[in-house]
């Protein structure tokens, strides 16, 4: 099983800041089966980037994703208020189907 | 517009079983599958499962073999996750995803792109 680990836990940044998300996966990791999901409080996730840099219908170009194998990146290039959250790496494998990082908060300092 | 919508909240007792419902809208029911996540109050996503809209096919996370089954009804574009013995830790809420895969060439993209807005259980005495 193929294991996400997402750092740091918590980030705590200023409007207009840059956020830096990493996720490793614990054994290589093909990029079209990478995903980021944006979480606020009370709602369900939302689907940011697919494909490890394939923004989704909707989401503002301040967020983009890079990365191969098992090193990953979400980065928000200019925080507004609304993207602080939660954000968690999903992949897709072979048993089990998907599996989730852990999430890293990002908090308004 | 695509959307999912789920049944509403659930209390049950410790063994008892739930079913939880995810209807969907906006979109060829059959040409996408279904994943069910659960989050339980102030953790993270797990994955439970997911099923094929096409076949039926059905895959399941493995701490959840035996006690979970996901069905889908075609003529009423609706999925369901049941989910039996329930144990005080089963506490969360559940989310119904449209599950994508998307091939571009020789590329196979997964992905969750619609979500429902989910549906609380709560197991306790």
């Known amino acids: 099983e193929i294991v996400l680990t997402q750092s740091p836990g918590t980030l705590s940044l200023s409007p207009g800041e840059r956020a830096t998300l990493s996720c490793r996966a614990s054994q290589s990791v093909s990029s079209s089966y990478l995903a980021w999901y944006q979480q606020k409080p009370g709602q369900a996730p939302r689907l940011l980037i697919y494909g490890a840099s394939s923004r989704a219908t909707g989401i503002p170009d301040r967020f983009s994703g890079s990365g191969s194998g098992t090193d990953f990146t979400l980065t928000i290039s200019r925080l507004e208020p609304e993207d602080f959250a939660v954000y968690y790496c999903q992949q897709y494998g072979s048993s089990p189907r998907l599996t989730f990082g852990g999430g890293t908060k990002v908090e308004i300092k | 517009q695509v959307q999912l919508v789920q049944s509403g909240a659930e209390v049950k007792k410790p063994g008892a079983s739930v079913k939880v419902s995810c209807k969907a809208s906006g979109y060829t029911f059959t040409s996408y599958g279904i994943s069910w996540v659960r989050q339980a109050p102030g953790q993270g996503l797990e994955w439970m499962g997911w099923?094929?809209?096409?076949?039926?096919?059905?895959n399941y996370a493995q701490k959840l073999q035996g006690r979970v089954t996901m069905t889908t009804d075609t003529s009423t574009s609706t999925a369901y996750m049941e989910l039996r013995s329930l144990r005080s830790d089963d506490t969360a809420v559940y989310y119904c995803?449209?599950?994508?895969?998307?091939?571009?060439?020789?590329?196979?993209?997964?992905?969750?792109?619609?979500w429902g807005k989910g549906t609380t259980v709560t197991v306790s005495s």
């Open positions: 995803a449209r599950d994508v895969t998307y091939i571009v060439g020789a590329t196979y993209y997964y992905y969750m792109d619609v």
């Open positions: 099923i094929s809209a096409y076949n039926g096919n059905t």
